[in-house]
C-alpha cells in the first residue's frame, strides 16, 4: 500500500510517498480503508517535533509512528476478533495513528459510524475540532 511517511522531524520537505506493508489489525482494532484524512495542528507539531515536549509522546530523536494522520473517516476492511459493535462495509470516522495512507488500524474506541448523508471529508474533520470545541464550550463558554 501507498502511504506519506517521515524518517525524520523537520519541514514537509521531509514526507514522502512510499510503498509499505498493510497494516493487520490487533484483537482490539479495525483495519480501514481511507477515504479521506484531515489536515490538523497535531499533524504539524508530530511533523516538526516542536514544542519539544511532543517529542516525549512522538520519540526523542526520530517519531516512532513514521505515519501521520490521526483524524480519519473510510471502509472498515478487516476487525480484530474481540470486535462486535463494527463489521467490514461499516463507514466509519474518528481517530487514527497513520491515516496519510490507504490504510489505517484503529482502536474501536476512538471510531463512530459515519452517517450516510455526510461526505467522508466533512467526516474526518470531525475528531479534533468537535473535541477541539466541546472543550471550549464547556470549559471556557
Known amino acids: 500500500m501507498k502511504a506519506i511517511v517521515y524518517e525524520k522531524y523537520g519541514s514537509p520537505n521531509v514526507l514522502e510517498l512510499k510503498e509499505i506493508e498493510k497494516p493487520i489489525a490487533n484483537d482490539n482494532e479495525v483495519l480501514v480503508k481511507v477515504h479521506a484524512v484531515a489536515v490538523t495542528p497535531l499533524d504539524w507539531h508530530f511533523l516538526t517535533g516542536i514544542p519539544y515536549m511532543v517529542r516525549i509522546m512522538a520519540?526523542?530523536?526520530?517519531?516512532?509512528?513514521?505515519?501521520?494522520?490521526?483524524?480519519?473517516a473510510g471502509i472498515i476492511e478487516a476487525v480484530g476478533k474481540n470486535i462486535t459493535q463494527f463489521q467490514?462495509?461499516?463507514?466509519?470516522?474518528?481517530?487514527?495513528?497513520?491515516?496519510?495512507?490507504?490504510?489505517?488500524?484503529?482502536?474501536?474506541?476512538?471510531?463512530?459510524?459515519?452517517?450516510?448523508?455526510?461526505?467522508?471529508?466533512?467526516?474526518?474533520?470531525?475528531?479534533?475540532?468537535?473535541?477541539?470545541?466541546?472543550?471550549?464550550?464547556?470549559d471556557l463558554g
Open 59 to 72: 520519540g526523542l530523536l526520530k517519531p516512532k509512528n513514521n505515519i501521520l494522520g490521526i483524524d480519519m
Open 88 to 138: 467490514p462495509g461499516d463507514m466509519v470516522f474518528g481517530r487514527s495513528n497513520g491515516g496519510y495512507a490507504e490504510y489505517a488500524c484503529a482502536p474501536v474506541t476512538e471510531l463512530f459510524l459515519k452517517p450516510t448523508d455526510m461526505s467522508f471529508e466533512k467526516a474526518a474533520a470531525i475528531p479534533l475540532s468537535a473535541f477541539t470545541s466541546l472543550i471550549c464550550l464547556c
